[in-house]
């Protein structure tokens, strides 16, 4: 058989396998040390700190947790939240990831090494980062081989959809929940493969600990129901399938429960009924199959038919019976606006506010996944071609997963995995076809000479890469690795390997320049991918940072601060200073009553803050450098959720113009521009302009020249890039005049003087 | 077609002999089965009559330990199916990795699991 490029044929199997696992080692450890180093910009650049909104607070619980012990961690009341309510803490969360970096610390005290709690929280992402990146690499070895899982892992390790929730400092649930994503759906396809109750027991157990960390674990509660329901439709009901099913149901479930926030859902909510259903018609078809296998298959049928209608009818009627009499709870909200994405628009403003629950825009598909969103669907083809068991599982994962990542931006993150698994088993088939050294016999070529070229990844040459799996594997890892050395003997070696045990094929690729044409351009792809990797880790702005330093130090510890609620975390984490309401919402009223104070006029808002205590209100205005996520932005959300209470005093259309716009120029209608958030993120921005036209980059409007005036707030600070603007609110006039005309006065009086002392730097 | 107009008589002539469908399986099951299987069987009966036992305890009486009821022996009782399953001689393909005394090991550990679960309930 004519081959496109020697081999070395002076290496014994054994050397090809140890090359190739070491290999395999080295690769998976540069692998986990880039997707670890790539997620540390911020770290280098700043310093070791805790980002964004919710982990603030999860690593609050966490120093409770490891300065106090786990009891008086889960009996934690934390008064500084909710002002003046304070919150239950202990009930209310998932304490997976607290108690991830709680054992870490005990473990390193233990070894007496002092590490602050708080590196630990930063670095906890990115650690759990690089072990996603093996999990991904194991679940995609059983799904193809070797090569594919190891590209899997890179592409998982630096993918921007994963990085951007796992950087260095944002300590969130999901950055453990992926990894245990993963783990667990490699051993439940382990337990589907083997049939052992051991593999069903850690996926159970795994499980448990996903059900700890993150309330996206019923993602896995309804993925693993459905692939084992796709199975036994599909007629490949197995006793192994039984056992994965009932081993990890029946302890799964019950380890489930052991989380106070969980409770007795698995058996109360819709949610888990799929589970559960699933579960029960898997007893049934065991228990036919016994049945099966002790009498004649005619008998059989007349047993069967009686049974199974009988039975079927008793479930149905258990379980209406059971939802009427309101044992199982029905369906929640999240739970419809993940079919209708209208409808938490229209009856929980609340879930539709948060800017991660929002459908995602097309961009955002390739700004997180580049080129493997392409790859993506020829990977699920591939799954096709060979449809085992578990090629069915990431076939459903991925229909699942695309629909829910298109639904809500937040779900992005449970898509990720399986683009990576599916793109990496495209690209390692595209990789073993063009890199497989064997010619096809020209006699049988000349006949095929009209496919010979196209040919993408024949049957005779899957079944090569098949005999040659570590073999091939071993070129692509070293490509991976980008060790040129390495590359070419490992690569000859394990090719010398596969060549042994090779038959004639009628397809395949002619010469060396088709083949090195398709592999530089393929290399290109993963050099570019690379490349949109890193760029998009990278920027950073630091102005929430410098804003909450500056409440830190410069004002009481006991103020109060108002704010959106998305801040909340942050300012009780960063700052230290009591809020009014933050990210855990779980009270809509209080959540309501600072919508109506933002939205309402000053005169409005005034008594309203005055009866909460707020001393400062801190708003996040974009309009300056094009920040999209702030407070204008979400200003119709405060509208909505206020009106949800007072409908009488806020309405939302009076928000729009005639003509149903969203404007905030000259245009802009009266309850817009004599709303307290127009005027707190607006006041003084055209004089920043310096009588030019003022123009707000994220609504790309022209700002009103003389912009609004406040009375009873007084700008207290405004950050470097006008992100943050805190403002002071008054105190009662001490001669008791209300504080419009005592400011009339005061502008009347001193027209000259210069404004009081504000600390704001002049921005180019 | 012709299928289904030859099913009934074969069905009579079956019954006939052996007089009852559930009988037949009876008599099947009986004498195929090995002891070791029979063993098993006899557990999963036993799993059975107790659940049963409770669920008509929850029923009439009170379901206030909810959490005892639902950890009671499902979770038992599926284990023990899946070691049926494994160590049936009849499902030796299926079960390539799986040796019967691995098999029995793997059980063990996932009653172990369980029952961990299961004591935690009680508390």
Known sequence: MPLAYSLPSNLSPATVTNTSSLLRIIALSLISGAAIASRLFAVINFESIIHEFDPWFNYRATRVLAEKGFYEFWNWFDPTAWYPLGRVVGGTIYPGLMATSGVIYNVLHALHLPVDIRNICVLLAPGFSALTAWSTYMFTKEMKDESAGLLAAAFIGIAPGYISRSVAGSYDNEAIAIFLLMFTFYCWIKALKTGSAFFGTLTALFYFYMVAAWGGYAFITNMIPLHALALVLMGRFSSRLYVAYSSWYAIGTLASMQVPFVGFQPVRTSEHMAALGVFGLLQIVAFAELVRAHVSSKQFQSILYGSVIAIAVLGALAFGGLTYKGWIAPWTGRFYSLWDTGYAKKYIPIIASVSEHQPTAWPSFFMDLQFLIFLFPAGVVLCFRELRDEHVFVIIYAVVASYFAGVMVRLMLTLTPVVCVAAAVAFSSLLDTYLDPAEPAVSEAAALSAEADIAADSPASTSAAGTGAAASGTSKKAKKAASADSSSSGFGSGLAAAFSNKSDKSRGIFGLDTRSLVIANALGMLLFFVLHCTYVTQHIIDDFREAYYWLRQNTPKDAVVMSWWDYGYQIAGMADRPTLVDNNTWNNTHIATVGKAMSSSEEVAYPILRKHDVDYVLVIFGGLIGYSGDDINKFLWMVRIAQGVWPDEIQEPNYFTQKGEYRIDDAAPPAMKNSLMYKMSYYRFADLFGGNQAIDRVRGQQVPKTGPTLDHLEEAFTSENWIVRIYQVKKEDPLGRDLKSANAFEQGKKRKKSKPLVRRKAVV | ?123
């Open chain 2, 1 to 123: 077609m012709p299928a289904t107009k030859t099913a009934p008589p074969a069905k009579q002539t079956v019954s006939h002999a052996q007089s009852h469908p559930l009988l037949s399986l009876w008599n099947a099951y009986y004498e195929s089965t090995s002891t070791r299987l029979k063993t098993i069987d006899a557990f999963l009966v036993f799993l059975v009559l107790s659940g049963v036992i409770q669920f008509l305890y929850c029923i009439l009486v009170s379901n206030f330990p909810f959490n005892a009821f639902l950890a009671g022996c499902v979770g038992q009782f599926v284990l023990a199916a899946s070691l049926r399953a494994q160590v049936n001689p009849a499902n030796r393909s299926e079960f390539k990795e799986v040796s019967p005394e691995r098999a029995f090991a793997d059980f063990a550990l996932g009653s172990i699991v369980l029952h961990f679960f299961v004591y935690n309930f009680l508390g």
